[in-house]
């Protein structure tokens, strides 16, 4: 089983310290929402975002969103080989069930993780998704991998099919991409650094290459 | 090089049957927009669809979104060897130029198309994105392919891994998967038919594994 995690990911509801700033005071009115129950968006809090420490890499909801839908959706999934999980800048975690099957308009998604942050679990009864606080270590640890990866600028550059190859390799491997636009992970993560490519590519591009190489790797 | 196109893509206006229904008269008001300037999404237009023929699957420009964020920051598209194409269900062809930074907000990416339905090209000075009147057939032509693969549900099955070799066998293959979220094409379209798995998938799905295994046989 390989274990995805998007680590760090900017996924958080409008911190308290902004939520009087008209940028987020008039996007909460206009979707009928208290300032606190909103997911932060960079597209819509650009000027609320400056006054925060790492503003420039806050509130990307959208990256999550096209991450799991690539994951969800791919063969890896669909043959049962695959757990994707998404670890917050504050230490969130979200389990998601492989037979999920996410909105695919991005203010659906938004939507479902606002109601995720509020009730813990969505929907109520079959629970998808669930949420609970939880370092990204304390993630690693009852995943029990055999090996974890940590997908990194500065990493060893490995050609995406050989990567494919290694993890196919593996019975329960791990690997870890940052759930964030540009930068660093914030906190060190014990694992081997991995760099897929000479240039930065976006988070959803390595997920994209690791589960296709993956599953390729398996003959799948 | 590699072509593809994301064809018959369920993307367009908002036709003038259904302009005077309240889902997209109000829809419109709220975006400030005229209901002929926006683009139909069966999000918010699910009651007005319903009277249109096809309604069942049009308004889906999310699956070009996430179709395009996928190939333009695909590996072969920075190793300048893709060229994607979208053609709509209206006979329209988008080209984009390969440098595009598509907005990752799928709101905005709406109004990009918005204005790209409107203009012609966007943005005005760059044309990064230009659209024509043009059938898939005249599209094909100017491309002047080697080949033609025709990605469908009832094709030939070949392994992910297979194909792409195949892919990176010619000099100038084109793809064709449909942007569509169902169904089969309206139009036969020339080529050989290809299925990469046993179950109908996703359009990024398979997008992505044509991108990525295609880079993994010539070495990326």
Known sequence: MLHLIIAEAELELVPESIRDH?????????????PEEVILD??????A??????????????????CLLNALESIANKEGLLRVYVHTRNDEVIHIKPETRLPRNYNRFLGLMESL?????????LELLRMEKKPLES?????????V??????GELIRPRSFGEILASHKNPAVVVGGFPHGDFTRPIEGKKVSLYREPLMAWTVVNEILVNFEAALGL
């Open 22 to 34: 008209p940028a987020v005071v008039n996007y909460a009115r206009r979707r009928k929402k208290k």
């Open 42 to 47: 960079s597209t819509y809090h650009h000027a």
């Open 49 to 66: 975002l400056k006054k925060l420490p790492d503003g420039d890499r806050r509130g990307r909801p959208d990256i999550v969103h096209i």
């Open 117 to 125: 942050f509020k009730k813990g679990a969505v929907p109520e009864e």
């Open 139 to 147: 993630l690693l640890e009852g995943i029990t991998p055999d090996t």
């Open 149 to 154: 990866f940590v997908m990194h600028e500065e």
